[in-house]
């Protein structure tokens, strides 16, 4: 069964602080992999799409990273305005499926 | 440029109830997804239409429906709502989902009393 999953469910950083927030995915045929942004009562933002292992993309203070079994949400030096729930997607065959997300907060 | 646009924004429902959800893509935007979000659940794929077809249905029972139109603008209806169809229900388009993804709008909030 087609399954991603997202770790951890929630992060608390210092301003400042990097780090990196996990998507594993489990796909037939990945045709690729969504990244996006949520904050509170909006839909989701898009960030980012990766399509083959190796592959990286970057915006601002984000970086994303692919392998064949998961990828990685990069934080450089983040600010309070970075805190929202990161969601990610895969999108195989003709299905999308969204990770549960992880709740980022950056404090100052 | 005016994004996905929503109505309502919140919506009160009596179980047994049905509704009808409304979605205006992006001018352009041909392909519009629903999806529902719940705090258990998370973004579960509901349906997606392109060009007024149906092209892809999650797993979902026969009393979640769409539909689109000829100006691309679409609806999706719930019929006979149980307390569990309480969720945000997002929609989707897209020009180009292999470079844009997806632009959702800031969905509607169903509460099924």
């Known amino acids: 069964e087609d399954q991603v999953t997202q770790s951890p469910e929630a992060l608390r950083l210092q301003e400042g602080e990097s780090s990196s927030l996990n998507c594993s995915y489990t796909?037939?045929?990945?045709?690729?992999l969504f990244w996006y942004r949520q904050d509170p009562g909006k839909g989701p933002e898009f960030l980012f799409t990766?399509?083959?292992a190796g592959e990286e993309k970057e915006k601002e203070r984000l970086k994303a990273t692919l392998t064949k079994k998961e990828s990685f949400l990069h934080i450089t030096a983040p600010k309070p305005e970075d805190s929202a729930t990161y969601l990610c997607a895969s999108w195989g065959g003709d299905k999308i499926i969204f990770g549960k997300g992880t709740r980022l907060h950056i404090l100052p | 440029k005016a994004g996905v646009t929503q109505t309502p924004r919140y919506l009160i429902k009596t179980r047994g109830q049905q509704v009808t959800l409304s979605c205006s893509p992006i001018?352009?935007?041909?392909?519009v997804s629903w999806y529902q979000q719940t705090p258990g659940q998370g973004l579960q794929f509901l349906f997606e239409y392109f060009s007024e077809t149906q092209r892809n249905k999650g797993n979902f029972p026969g009393r979640f429906s769409g539909r689109q139109f000829s100006n691309s603008r679409s609806e999706m209806n719930v019929s006979t709502l149980e307390l569990g169809d309480s969720a945000l229900y997002l929609c989707?388009?897209?020009?180009?989902?292999?470079?844009?993804?997806?632009?959702f709008g800031s969905g509607t909030r169903l509460t099924v009393v």
């Open positions: 990766l399509y083959s």
């Open positions: 001018s352009g935007h041909r392909s």
């Open positions: 796909v037939s045929g990945l045709r690729g």
């Open positions: 989707a388009s897209s020009l180009d989902r292999d470079t844009y993804g997806y632009t």
